[in-house]
Nanobody, 129 residues
Framework: QVQLVESGGGLVQAGGSLRLSCAAS????????MGWFRQAPGKEREFIGA????????YYADSVKGRFTISRDNAKNTVYLQMTSLVPEDTALYYCAADPTLHTLMVFSTDKGTTVEVWGQGTLVTVSS
């Protein structure tokens, strides 16, 4: 099992950019598909996007497609979320997650039976208008 720690959150003006990082411990990072999620006050946790174990493919929710980019560096045991053109609706606590199966990450928002294996502690992103 990996341990995950997010960083890079903060306050940003609408239209600005932020890059979040998720650092993983352990020697099995490349065995996990990685995902990014967010949760706004009073809302359920929402799938943002995911990346395959090798980093060869990425998938995004429609709400962030074209604005957010996920990447990973397996040599550094780190996954990134580059956010651009931020709007106040992006304000939320952002989490990274790891699971051996990409499918588990992809269906999290729609399948109540899914259980993601490892979550980070979250980092807060606040977008001002």
């Amino acid at each position: 099992q990996v341990q995950l720690v997010e960083s890079g959150g903060g306050l940003v003006q609408a239209g600005g950019s932020l890059r979040l990082s998720c650092a993983a411990s352990g020697r099995t990072f490349s065995s996990y598909a990685m995902g990014w999620f967010r949760q706004a006050p009073g809302k359920e946790r929402e799938f943002i996007g995911a990346i395959t174990r090798s980093g060869g493919s990425t998938y995004y929710a429609d709400s962030v497609k074209g604005r957010f980019t996920i990447s990973r560096d397996n040599a550094k045991n780190t996954v990134y979320l580059q956010m651009t053109s931020l709007v106040p609706e992006d304000t939320a606590l952002y989490y990274c997650a790891a699971d051996p199966t990409l499918h588990t990450l992809m269906v999290f928002s729609t399948d109540k039976g899914t259980t993601v294996e490892v979550w980070g502690q979250g980092t807060l992103v606040t977008v001002s208008s």
